[in-house]
């Protein structure tokens, strides 16, 4: 299909459904509320979003008529995240690395081997006086975080060349998401970064635009992304949570009564999606190994080496960050003595 014509046709269709989605009671009278994701239907985020429609179905089921569109029926992490900005969408679960474009706060979690293992990251990450501030502090961009939800560790992968240390990146096109770190972050690994939405890897790989990308494992089997790369290197770069996000319009017009009901909802969408998670991870590394993908468990410190100066990039650029990145230091010391 020409450029063109594929323009125009994105164009109707996303006109068509913000006019869609601005329509909000629909036949029953009830308030429809549109949650937003990219995943398929198996995956941990959906089975723990489920769980929250189901919750909130049981105790406000008169009122409100919760449903999830998977699979970015809705459009990319970046269209979803605008569209929950202007409350057409009430809810989406986007990655980290993209909201750092909305808010520079979020470029915290972004930083490459800021968490020690998955123990420390788990320790911040559920720690309310660090994250609430954070959780809150997007008010300016019509959004609040509500929940986060594990999204693993990254490492690359590839078609035809193992990555066994940071010189086998170069010269090869590696997919990034679209955030300005994880540019820079594949700039200082000495590869090509090609940023793009998650829907369009596959078909990139496959048609050899791109020669790798860096995800989790269940990218390799939830979105076939192994049916094409045959190398996956255990690298650890970063481990990058996926966040609920609701429209500030919405959440703020909810009564105290609601609204604890909504965070009891939040709270079962986390414990749902993570404890489904441990074991999605190692039935998806199953799954590749019949895919013939092969596991790869290279030196982690040259690679750590590489892009560790990020770290004094942000926080020189970002001085407000400093204080969370000191505070995530300590808590990983005190993971490490046994505090957590
Ligand atoms: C993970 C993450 C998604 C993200 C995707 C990506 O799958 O859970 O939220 O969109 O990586 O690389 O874009």
């Given at each position: 299909m020409k450029k063109i014509t594929k323009l125009f046709l994105s164009t109707v269709f996303i006109l068509g459904s913000m006019l869609l989605l601005t329509?909000?009671?629909?036949?029953?009278g009830k308030t429809i509320i549109r949650v937003s994701h990219?995943?398929?239907?198996?995956?941990p985020t959906n089975i723990g979003l489920l769980a929250f429609e189901k919750f909130i179905e049981s105790k406000l089921g008169d009122k409100y008529d919760v449903q999830i569109f998977p699979?970015?029926?809705?459009?990319?992490q970046v269209n979803t995240v605008e569209l929950t900005q202007t409350g057409a969408i009430n809810f989406t679960v986007a990655s980290n690395a993209i909201l750092e474009s909305f808010?520079?706060?979020?470029?915290i979690f972004n930083?490459?081997?800021?968490?020690?293992?998955p123990e420390h990251y788990h320790a911040v990450m559920d720690n309310k006086e660090l994250i609430k501030p954070i959780f809150t502090a997007t008010e300016k961009s019509g959004f609040e975080a509500v929940a986060w939800l594990d999204a693993g560790t990254r490492n690359f992968y590839t078609v035809k060349k193992p990555i066994r240390?940071?010189?086998?990146?170069?010269g090869l096109k590696i997919r990034v998401q679209q955030s300005a770190s994880n540019i820079r972050m594949m700039e200082l690994f000495g590869g090509a970064a090609t940023p793009m939405?998650?829907?369009?890897v596959y078909t990139a790989l496959q048609q050899s635009v791109i020669d790798g990308a860096e995800n989790n494992e269940l990218a390799l089997t939830s979105n076939k992304h192994g049916e094409v790369c045959k190398y996956y290197s255990y690298n650890m770069h970063q481990m990058v949570p996926d966040i609920v996000i609701g429209n500030l319009r919405f959440l703020n017009n909810l009564s105290p009564e609601e609204r604890a009901i909504f965070d009891e909802g939040f709270n079962i969408i986390s414990k749902v999606q993570r404890e489904a998670w441990g074991s999605s991870v190692e039935k998806a590394i199953e799954e590749a190994k019949k895919m013939n993908v092969e596991f790869i468990y290279p030196e982690v410190l040259v690679f750590q080496e590489k892009v560790l100066p990020l770290h004094e990039e942000v926080l020189a650029a970002n001085p407000k960050l400093k204080p969370i990145y000191d505070r995530i230091q300590e808590i990983g010391k005190e993971v490490i003595g046994g505090k957590n």
């Open positions: 329509s909000c009671n629909v036949g029953n990219n995943q398929a239907a198996d995956h699979n970015e029926l809705l459009g990319s808010d520079d706060i979020y470029q930083l490459p081997y800021l968490f020690n293992s240390t940071p010189d086998d990146l170069k939405g998650f829907g369009e």
